[in-house]
């Protein structure tokens, strides 16, 4: 555990059916230049669908169920990362060149640690821990987002903010927090 950076509540699209949970989110340095990102739901967890643990392993479309992710972009940049962190351990890492354009797998990214605490009742704690590389600098904007599916298949989508009238994590808008730079050597 390293020095803690943020705290922050998600908040649920407004308008959108969700299951009674809540979610929060801390970030903490570990080491010079690696980011914790704990995502912990309490409430009525045996409501929401979770993937069970797997071998973690590379996967597209992961955000078609209960996933957790952390946009990342340099301050004055269009450019930007994005990580989808899920329950199974499963983990994608895209790299975009502007607002939803030149997607593609950043294979140069370092595979997250993911770890998992789930008591299938009341709490859910999905921990990763990711190396930003040269994207987390002084000033860079970071978007916190979660997409939760209710056993029923219907999907809630949270975030620090929603500015717009639909859910759009991708939207610059998005990234609200700002977290002081890494310590690199």
Excluded at 9 to 33: E, N, T, W
Aim: proline share 7%.
């Amino acid at each position: 555990m390293g020095a803690v950076l943020a705290k922050r509540a998600l908040i649920a699209f407004p308008g959108q059916a969700v299951p009674d949970i809540q979610l929060g989110v801390k970030l903490s340095r570990v080491g010079s230049d690696a980011l914790e990102i704990e995502y912990v739901v309490t409430g009525d967890v045996a409501a929401i669908r979770v993937a069970d643990l797997a071998v973690p392993e590379r996967r597209d479309e992961l955000w078609r169920t209960t996933c957790f992710e952390a946009f990342v972009r340099p301050r004055g940049g269009k450019a930007y990362r994005e990580y989808n962190l899920a329950p199974s351990r499963d983990y994608a890492i895209y790299d975009f060149d502007t607002y939803r354009e030149g997607m593609r797998n950043a294979l140069d990214a370092p595979q997250p640690r993911i770890f998992v605490e789930n008591d299938r009742q009341s709490r859910l704690a999905v921990t990763a821990v990711i190396d930003p590389q040269h994207w987390w600098t002084t000033g860079s904007r970071w978007g916190i987002t979660a997409v939760i599916e209710d056993r029923a298949g219907v999907v809630s989508h949270w975030a620090l903010a929603h500015p717009d009238a639909q859910p759009d994590f991708h939207d610059p808008s998005c990234f609200t927090l700002e977290l002081p730079a890494p310590k690199r050597s």
